[in-house]
């Protein structure tokens, strides 16, 4: 939560990224990713949310993400393209 309060611009705080984040993850009852933590040594310089969801295909319910909060620091050197490839090589859970 330290990392996402003291982003550029961020008016949530602590507290209500904690309250954000636990709606996404730990009162969905929808099992699925977080999402990904981009590092710079043990250093967090990047995060991207996934907010797992099931939605219906042909009568079956079907995992799903949607994406949400994509956070990287403009200083580290890091490129947003490392924080969502990984988002776009990703396949998912797969029906058998």
């Given amino acids: ?20 984040l ?16 981009l590092l710079d040594q043990a250093r967090v310089v990047g995060l991207l949310a996934l907010i797992p969801f099931l939605f219906q295909v042909d009568g079956a319910e079907v995992p799903g993400v949607a994406s949400s909060t994509w956070r990287v620091d403009r200083a580290s050197g890091a490129s947003r393209r490392s924080c969502s490839s990984g988002f776009a ?7 058998c």
């Fill in 22 to 37: 636990g709606r996404f993850w730990d009162e969905n009852p929808t099992p699925g990713p977080r999402g990904w933590v």
């Fill in 1 to 20: 939560m330290r990392y996402l309060s003291t982003f550029e611009g961020d008016t949530r705080g602590e507290a209500g990224w904690a309250a954000r």
């Fill in 89 to 95: 090589a990703w396949r998912g859970p797969r029906r």
